[in-house]
Structures are given as C-alpha cells and as structure tokens.
C-alpha cells in the first residue's frame, strides 16, 4: 500500500508541477490543431480529406506531446538533483518509473483526442471502432512516454534530450504511415518502417478510424505492446547502470 501511496505522490507532483501549466495545456491543444489545420488546408479543405488525416494527427499529437514533456521534466530533475534523491527512496525502480510516465501518458492521451474532438464538428464519427481506437491511442502514449523517458536519462541537457528525441520523431513522421502510407514508400525503405513502433500504431488508427489497415489489428496491438515492453526494460538497464552500478 505504501508503494502506491508513493506511486500517487510522485505523479500527482509531476501533473502539478509540470503537465498543467499554462503552456504545456495550451501545447496540447495548440500543436494538434495547427497541424489539422496545415493538412486541412493542404488538402483543398474538402471534409471527406479529414477522417484520412486523424489517423496520423492523432499518432502525431500524441508522440509529441509526450516525449517532449518527459525530455524537459526528468532531464530538469537530474540537474537540480531531485531525480537521484527519488532513485534513493525505498520505492521499486519499477514503480518509480512507472510513476513518472503515467502523468506524460495521460496527458498524451489528452493530446490524442484533441484532433478527434476538432474532427467530430466537420465530419461523422459514428463508425470509429472504439474498442480498436482507445487502446491503440494508450498504447501509443505508452510507447512514446517509455521513449521519451530512455532519451531523458540517457543524456545531461534539456536541449540534448530535445535533439535525441527528435532523432526519433521526425524518421517516424515520414516513415510510420502517418500521413503517407508504407506501401509507398521505396521498398528499401520498408524494412525501416516496420522497425519503428508508431507504424503499428498508426496502422492500428487507420483501421479504428477508416478500415483497410494493412496489418490485423490484433498484431499491431501485440507488438506495440512488445515496443512498450522492450522500451521499458531499456530505460530500467539505463537507470540501474548509470546510477547503480
């Protein structure tokens, strides 16, 4: 019981101290609508162009929201020393981390459905599969929270964490099938798609979202939850080798 109290403690201070300030909210809301609006009007503004946009702006406002929110709260905590005095407490690694992740996940899924919500006045939503989209969109969120942690402890600086992560992200927008679909892509160029976890998440929201995904949906679940997996157990291997061994 205690462990959770400690659990609740930690991400409660996180949300408070960072994920509801002004301008982290007014990003949530602010990066997804601009990019909506960028491909809306890219498209020549015809509705029927915008359930085949949601699908990659979701993925795109969740990725982003996330990795960029734990590159700058852990990265901040290291310098002033309040990161390794929490590696001190007698909390498991496992807990602290999943701690520290939750709040970027929630407000990643926040993020997600701010596209959604923006979509819902111009065009008909009654045909979302739900039970597909709500767990890609948490998978998605975890996957880029888990990501975005890695990149946090691997490196000293704010900005260094901001240059790794986008190391990251910007292959993923052009190479994951958010708005330009794998199969189109060079076939040498494939291989590395289907290496990068948001693929499958996108994937798993073209199918929720408009049918005809290229993959079953139930393998894009499965291995972004085998990213999430991995990617956890990385960040663990990073934690305990720079602080505890």
């Not at 990265?75 to 970027?104: C, D, Q, W």
């Not at 900005?159 to 910007?170: D, G, H, I, V």
Request: glycine share 8%.
């Amino acid at each position: 019981m205690k462990t959770w109290i400690a659990f609740w403690n930690i991400m409660a201070k996180d949300v408070r101290a960072y994920y509801l300030k002004p301008p982290n909210i007014s990003w949530g809301i602010i990066l997804p609508l601009a990019w909506t609006g960028m491909f809306f009007i890219r498209s020549g503004g015809g509705l029927g162009s915008v359930p085949g946009l949601l699908p990659g702006l979701v993925a795109f406002s969740i990725l982003f929201g996330t990795t960029s929110l734990l590159a700058v709260t852990v990265t901040f905590e290291k310098k002033n020393g309040s990161f390794e005095r929490l590696l001190l407490s007698p909390v498991p690694f496992e807990i602290l981390m999943l701690s520290k992740t939750t709040g970027a996940i929630l407000f990643g899924i926040a993020n997600g459905f701010v596209p959604i919500a923006l979509a819902a006045f111009f065009v008909d939503l009654s045909r979302v599969a739900w039970g597909v989209f709500l767990p890609a969109v948490v998978l998605v969120a975890m996957v880029s929270a888990f990501l975005g942690f890695f990149v946090a402890v691997s490196v000293k600086e704010v900005f260094e964490a901001q240059t790794l992560s986008n190391f990251f992200r910007f292959p993923m927008i052009f190479l994951c099938g958010l708005f330009l679909p794998v199969a189109s892509l060079p076939v040498f160029l494939r291989p590395v798609s289907y290496a990068l976890p948001l693929t499958y998440g996108a994937d798993a929201l073209h199918g929720a979202l408009n049918g005809g995904n290229a993959l079953p949906v139930v393998l894009d679940l499965i291995v972004l939850g085998g990213f999430c997996a991995a990617l956890f157990a990385a960040t663990l291997w990073n934690i305990r080798r720079k602080w505890i061994l």
